[in-house]
């Protein structure tokens, strides 16, 4: 196998899966396949008062895994993309007999009393995943897809609900790198709305996306990363706005966002993060996937921007952030294990259907 940091850069941020082998497969399913049934360590939120310690399997008998629950949400959204994209994957096998065992109807009905009892909980980060997970299983013609999303279906339509009351209708966005971002969580509600055709929740998406983040003009991108971010909250505002506006207004839009992006001090932006390999720090570990994240942002803002002073710009920056993310992705250190191998996947099969059109383009 080549290793996935040593593919040529065009091949890499392709974004499409026919120049990866069996063993590229098994090593991004390796990680996921493990995390979803390690119940601990885990992060199971407040606690109470003394001797209350929540079981987070009888909390949340599908996403239990993976130190949280929304690390476990995309894992399964990985392990289901890969069976969507890899024919006669590895670990075919055993990817079905562990998402099988979790997704049952009463275990989704444990999951849906739980959001209705915190109608907070995982706002929006989680629920983001999973109408991503829900995509998926819409994308996949096959009978598990069918089976397991019939079973989701109740969990999934809890989220709409709550992304609609809870989400979209706030009236400031969250401008951070990490899970309360706004803009990435709208980026999810909006392919998930393309891919299974649900108009009006597209509709309200795009108002809150240009009531948020149109008006935007200066961005000081120079004051990212933080040290424990794992989204720019820079970019993933473009990669969301790529979706909202057509080409042209778009590009105008870049143009007041971010006007001199290519000019100290501001051009440090399209530099990959610096990772000290040998810091035991989990928010080392965060700065990983801030440079995939930051690799497929720039891939797909670059490709909606055309000729655009900054489009080439974009492209390189996006290599060498794929390059320096996937050196360090594959770690074995659990603060990086259960959750790296997802944004691998998303960096890398970005074209392969469930991600917003390479060209930028509404799809309506």
């Known amino acids: ?113 739980y959001l209705d009892d915190h109608p907070s909980f995982e706002r929006p980060y989680g629920w983001a995943w999973l109408l991503r997970l829900a995509a998926e299983l819409h994308l996949w013609d096959d009978e598990r897809a069918d089976e397991w999303r019939a079973v989701l279906r109740p969990l999934e339509q809890s989220v709409v609900d709550l992304v609609r009351d809870g989400f979209l209708s706030r009236q400031r966005p969250i401008r951070v790198g990490t899970h309360h971002n706004s803009a990435f969580a709208l980026q999810c509600v909006l392919d998930y709305a393309a891919v299974t055709g649900a108009d009006g929740l597209a509709v309200a998406a795009r108002e809150r996306s240009r009531a948020f983040f149109e008006g935007d003009r200066n961005y000081p991108v120079e004051y990212e990363p933080m040290g424990f971010d794992f989204l720019s909250p820079a970019l993933a505002e473009a990669d969301l706005m790529r979706r909202v506006l057509d080409r042209e207004a778009f590009v105008a839009w870049v143009d007041e966002f971010l006007p001199e992006l290519t000019e100290p001090p501001y051009d440090g932006a399209l530099d990959p993060v610096e990772v000290d390999p040998e810091s035991a720090d989990g928010s080392e570990l965060h700065l990983v996937g801030l440079n995939l994240s930051k690799a497929w942002c720039l891939a797909g803002v670059g490709s909606a921007l055309g000729d655009h002073r900054y489009a080439t710009a974009f492209e390189r920056s996006a290599e060498r952030h794929a390059v320096e993310g996937l050196e360090r992705a594959f770690t074995d250190d659990y603060a990086g294990a259960h959750w790296l191998s997802s944004f691998v996947l998303y960096l890398l099969t970005r074209n392969e259907g469930g991600v917003a059109p390479v060209d930028g383009r509404p799809d309506a």
């Open 1 to 113: 196998m080549v290793p996935f940091d040593e593919v040529d850069r065009e091949t890499l941020l392709s974004g499409r899966r026919d120049w990866m082998d069996s063993d590229h497969a098994a090593a991004l399913s390796r990680h996921p396949l493990d995390c979803l049934e390690t119940e601990y360590p885990h992060y199971v939120g407040a606690v109470g008062g003394s001797g209350e310690a929540p079981s987070p399997k009888r909390q949340h008998p599908v996403f239990y895994g993976c130190f949280d629950w929304h690390s476990a949400v995309h894992s399964h959204w990985c392990l289901i993309r890969q069976l969507r994209l890899f024919e006669d994957h590895p670990d075919e096998a055993a990817v079905t007999r562990s998402i099988s065992g979790r997704f049952t109807a009463a275990n989704v009905e444990r999951e849906v009393e």
